[in-house]
């Protein structure tokens, strides 16, 4: 993240919030939490925004909203960071990793389609270091193979594939507001998408089963339980709820974005000029909103190597990254699922097709499987 990028808009916001009283978003549509949703959807040009509190929480929210259930398989690229496939295995999924592009380190088409097995449900694609993924191929194999798309776009705010900003071509986009992102409030995440359904199995999945639902979607009224009111729980979920501290300084973050990107481009220009003559295979090609660049370095070191060089900062600096794990840990995540050994499905409908008949799967309570609309949820016993 850029150095001095906090200043008095997000302390006269913070101000606020603690002269409130109110630190937690609670069931106000007024708050700094909501406001910053509603203007994040509006810069990002998608329907539904939910705030959560962090990175790694809006991914495992995104996953659950896309319906998938213990044992379905999920595509991850094998040199993202282990945050990407942590949120696969919360929710008793399976991550399996394909090859990368070895110039870009970003998910290739091609690994993908070597990798879809008759259990995959899902692809996650990460725009790493502001690079955007080849959508336009890896969504016509999406679609080929009844697959959803998942974007991590942690690390791209701004950048457009044919000229459509990343986090609006597959079917549900992750964001991080960790400290080293494009915007930060110290941690927190957002989940957007166009899906209405895949918003309130998300948000019920985030806020322990209460339908808290934003944009006009009427919440289900919870029955009295002899006599006696209840809140409505109507599905399991964990509390990933964004604070009002968060969402007060997300809301004045936002309007720096385009200064910060033009920062950060400013930052890799000097150090692709620094670094003109490295001794490098190559160095990735250059995309605007990028926060880091990479390259194949051979000289110095006993077998190739990947090198990123971070313009994050006004003081970029350099490190080098271990060959990944991923197969280790692939391997790991099967031994660790009971449900990977289990006979493949046939191929789910979409969510709008099993939103209306759905089961919390019994025995695995991590797990929001085929989230249901709340006015239909049933407690299936199997």
């Known amino acids: 993240m850029a150095d001095q990028c906090f200043g008095e808009e997000e302390l006269n916001n913070l101000r606020q919030v603690i002269e409130s009283g109110e630190l937690w978003r609670g069931l106000g549509h007024a708050n700094f939490t909501a406001r910053f949703e509603e203007a994040f959807g509006k810069w990002l040009g998608r329907k539904y925004v939910l705030g959560v509190c962090s990175g790694t929480c809006a991914e495992e929210v995104a996953l659950a909203g896309l319906g998938l259930e213990p044992g379905d398989e999920v595509i991850c690229p094998?040199?993202?960071?282990i945050f990407v496939s942590f949120p696969v295995v919360s929710i008793g999924c399976i991550p399996v990793f394909a090859d990368v592009d070895p110039e870009t380190l970003i998910i290739s088409p091609a690994?993908?389609?070597a990798r879809i097995t008759e259990r995959t449900r899902a692809v996650m694609v990460v725009h790493l270091w502001g690079m955007p993924?080849?959508?336009g191929e890896i969504m016509a194999m999406a679609r080929k193979h009844h697959l959803k798309v998942l974007e991590d776009c942690a690390q791209?705010?701004?950048p457009t594939w044919r000229g459509q900003k990343v986090g609006t071509i597959g079917d549900v986009a992750?964001?991080?507001?960790?400290q080293s992102k494009h915007i930060s409030s110290g941690e927190g995440g957002i989940f957007a998408t166009d899906d209405a359904e895949m918003y309130q199995r998300a948000m019920l999945f985030a806020n322990c089963g209460m339908p808290w639902y934003g944009y006009g979607l009427a919440p289900p009224t919870p029955e009295p339980v002899a006599g006696i009111p209840i809140r409505g729980h109507f599905a399991f979920g964990h509390n990933y709820?964004?604070?009002e501290l968060q969402g007060a300084v997300c809301l004045a973050q936002l309007p720096k974005l385009?200064?910060?990107n033009r920062r950060r481009a400013a930052l890799v220009k000097a150090i692709e000029e620094e670094l003109a003559g490295a001794p490098a295979s190559s160095w990735s090609r250059p995309i605007p909103a990028r926060s880091l660049i990479t390259g194949l370095i051979r000289s110095g070191f006993p077998r190739r190597s990947v090198i990123t060089v971070r313009s994050t900062t006004s003081k970029p600096s350099i490190r080098r990254c271990s060959v990944?794990?991923?197969p280790r840990w692939e391997s790991r995540c099967r031994t660790m699922s009971p449900m990977s050994r289990a006979p493949a499905r046939t191929p789910k409908p979409p969510p709008s097709a099993y939103a209306a008949s759905a089961s919390i799967t019994p025995g695995n309570p991590r797990t929001c499987a085929r989230m249901p609309v709340p006015s239909e949820t049933k407690f299936n016993k199997r």
Not at 78 to 81: K, L, M, N, V
């Open 133 to 135: 993924a080849p959508m």
């Open 241 to 243: 709820r964004m604070s």
């Open 324 to 326: 990944s794990a991923a």
């Open 156 to 158: 791209a705010y701004g």
């Open 111 to 113: 690994g993908i389609e």
């Open 174 to 178: 992750c964001y991080s507001l960790q």
């Open 78 to 81: 094998a040199s993202a960071p």
């Open 258 to 260: 385009p200064e910060f």
